[in-house]
């Protein structure tokens, strides 16, 4: 069985190379947008002002932030769940500024 602690670094990781990779359509200037993925207790953020950042754990003021279960965030990442579909579904959960958060979601699914 896995350890659980290799298991987070490993989804972190993998977390991090897709956001990577979908760089050019992160939008700039929302702020810091806080993701918690419930099942595993991880928690990470994006600094998205003008150059886009990613840091494990928790941001100290975040502009928004994202709860979803593991299990759906991965679906996301493997383009099997849309990000606004998500929302609407209520699999993913928004708090803080609704209007960058519908910004963050519309361009993650552009």
Do not use: C
Request: charged letters at 30%; zero cysteines.
């Amino acid at each position: 069985k896995e350890n659980p602690e290799e298991s987070t670094e490993k989804l972190l990781t993998n977390i991090e190379a897709y956001f990577k990779k979908e760089n050019d359509r992160l939008p700039r200037g929302i702020g810091k947008v806080q993701f918690h993925l419930s099942e595993s207790g991880t928690d990470f953020q994006l600094g998205l002002n003008k150059i886009p950042t990613f840091r494990a754990g928790v941001a100290k003021k975040a502009d928004v932030v994202f709860e979803t279960k593991d299990k759906f965030f991965k679906k996301i990442m493997s383009g099997k769940l849309g990000w606004q579909t998500a929302l609407v579904q209520g699999r993913l959960n928004v708090s803080g500024n609704e209007k960058k958060a519908t910004k963050f979601t519309e361009a993650m699914d552009s």
